[in-house]
Structure formats: C-alpha cells, structure tokens
C-alpha cells in the first residue's frame, strides 16, 4: 500500500511538471511563431522588390519581437533577438532596398539561428541559398522569389526545418 501511495505521489509529481512545460511551450510558441509569420512577410516584401511595404513589414516584426518572453531564453537567444531587434528597425527605417536587403541578409542568419535553436516554428521553413548573392534566408516553401534579387527559383534548398507539433 504505502509504494502505491509513493508511485502515485510520483506519477502526480511527473504530470505536473509535463503539464507546465507544456503550458510553457504553448504560451511561448504562438509569439515565436507571430515572429517567424512577420519575417516571411518580411522576405516576401523584399522579393517583390517593396521598400516600402519592407518598411512596414519590418515594423510588424520588431513589435511583434517586442512581445516575446524573453526571460524564458538563454543568453545566447536573448542575443539573436537583440540582433534580430537592431536588424528589423533598421529595415523599417528606410524603403532603399540594397539598404534593407543588407540587414535582411543579418536578420535572416539570426532568425535561422533562433528558429533552429527554440524549436516551436509550428510550420515546415526551408533554408534557401541565393548562389549569386552567397546569400541565405528562410521560407515557407521550397519555391519562390528570392528576396535578395527579387528573381522566381534561383535559390535552392540547403535545410528543411520540420514543423513541430
């Protein structure tokens, strides 16, 4: 009886922690996600070749950076967001596109970074490579206009990120 009691008082103590980590991913993952929705808007500006919209998109994704929970990261995430911080407010403060293209290609690398490292992104991203820029950045699918050169399929697919569910 008393091993019963104690496997019990066990088992209640292991859900409870399950429970909260959980609850921690799923609060924590729906601002990561908004983060990585704003960045692709971001990418998909700079492909249309869009200062302005780039301009805009970059605003939605600093506040949106703004809102994340960083005491729940390491120090080497709370970096990446500093980085991806500096690199989206400076997009948004200008519509000049080689300017924006600069920081996006920083921002991309940061974004990687953390997308890889918080492991929350709730759909599949493809890390593509722009071979005449030497250039890379993230995307929801493997085809498309690169946001560098403003060109339909001369990227190519270097990684898949899986979703995480």
Do not use: W
């Not at 709730?122 to 050169?149: A, H, I, W």
């Amino acid at each position: 009886m008393k091993n019963f009691k104690n496997m019990a008082i066990l088992l209640f103590a292991v859900f409870a922690f399950v429970g909260r980590v959980i609850a921690q991913n799923n609060t924590f993952s729906k601002p990561v996600n908004t983060v990585i929705n704003n960045y692709l808007a971001l990418k998909d500006a700079l492909a249309g070749n869009d200062g302005d919209a780039a301009s805009a998109k970059a605003k939605l994704m600093l506040a949106s950076l703004n809102e994340l929970p960083v005491t729940n990261l390491s120090a080497t995430q709370k970096a990446l967001v500093t980085k991806l911080e500096y690199d989206s407010r400076h997009i948004s403060e200008v519509n000049r596109l080689p300017h924006q293209r600069e920081h996006f290609a920083s921002l991309s690398e940061n974004m990687y970074l953390l997308t890889k490292g918080l492991k929350l992104n709730q759909q599949v991203l493809y890390r593509q490579y722009c071979s005449m820029t030497k250039k890379y950045f993230l995307s929801e699918n493997d085809k498309g206009k690169d946001p560098y050169m403003g060109m339909s399929n001369c990227s190519k697919v270097t990684e898949t990120i899986t979703a995480v569910k």
